[in-house]
T-cell receptor
Framework: GAVVSQHPSWVICKSGTSVKIECRSLDFQATTMFWYRQFPKQSLMLMATSNEGSKATYEQGVEKDKFLINHASLTLSTLTVTSAHPEDSSFYIC????????????FGPGTRLTVL | KNQVEQSPQSLIILEGKNCTLQCNYTVSPFSNLRWYKQDTGRGPVSLTIMTFSENTKSNGRYTATLDADTKQSSLHITASQLSDSASYICVVSLSYNTDKLIFGTGTRLQVFP
């Protein structure tokens, strides 16, 4: 299966700053990547679908101007949390779908964001 | 409304014992059901994937069952180990978009020596 990495694994920032999270598919070219958010003791919630070479598709209720997604290459997608606030503190996870028909989705290790 | 419900919310067992986790779903149209293991502070890792035609699938000490008629699934863990302590998440995907995943809230399993 695909190996997915995220960087950083955790980050602490002050309120009002912007934070960039990277998601890399290390052994698999991905035209699509997914970004999820997970609050404590809750399930993963899809935020957006990152599309290589085109605009991301955001889920209802997710502010596209606050959560900027860039998918500049087949192996890298970035999520930038702009003007972060304490309520943005969460666990952010990306995933890469497997080969067409494989029905698999491979998740990264996650990034813990804490906004003070 | 597409939903996936899991029970129990949490479970404590002793090392070496077996346990069974439950998943009920109301997702339609159904494509497949997956069980993931998520260690604390880590991303989910796939354990099993089953389509509607598959009744059971095993992965080592993990055995998943699926009853597509009653829309229920279970994950049985045999001879539990300390490393099994994690959250187990039941996930269902839609047939018109298999990348669209409906997540359960998970069962938090703790295995004690």
């Amino acid at each position: 299966g695909a190996v997915v990495s995220q960087h950083p694994s955790w980050v602490i920032c002050k309120s009002g700053t912007s934070v960039k999270i990277e998601c890399r598919s290390l052994d698999f070219q991905a035209t699509t990547m997914f970004w999820y958010r997970q609050f404590p003791k809750q399930s993963l919630m899809l935020m957006a679908t990152s599309n290589e070479g085109s605009k991301a598709t955001y889920e209802q209720g997710v502010e596209k101007d606050k959560f900027l997604i860039n998918h500049a290459s087949l192996t890298l997608s970035t999520l930038t949390v702009t003007s972060a606030h304490p309520e943005d503190s969460s666990f952010y996870i990306c995933s890469v779908p497997g080969l067409a028909g494989a029905r698999e989705q491979f998740f990264g290790p996650g990034t813990r964001l804490t906004v003070l | 409304k597409n939903q996936v419900e899991q029970s129990p919310q949490s479970l404590i067992i002793l090392e070496g014992k077996n346990c069974t986790l439950q998943c009920n779903y109301t997702v339609s149209p159904f494509s497949n059901l997956r069980w993931y293991k998520q260690d604390t502070g880590r991303g989910p890792v796939s354990l099993t994937i089953m389509t509607f035609s598959e009744n059971t699938k095993s992965n080592g000490r993990y055995t998943a069952t699926l009853d597509a008629d009653t829309k229920q699934s279970s994950l049985h863990i045999t001879a539990s180990q300390l490393s099994d302590s994690a959250s187990y998440i039941c996930v269902v995907s839609l047939s018109y978009n298999t990348d669209k995943l409906i997540f359960g809230t998970g069962t938090r399993l703790q295995v004690f020596p």
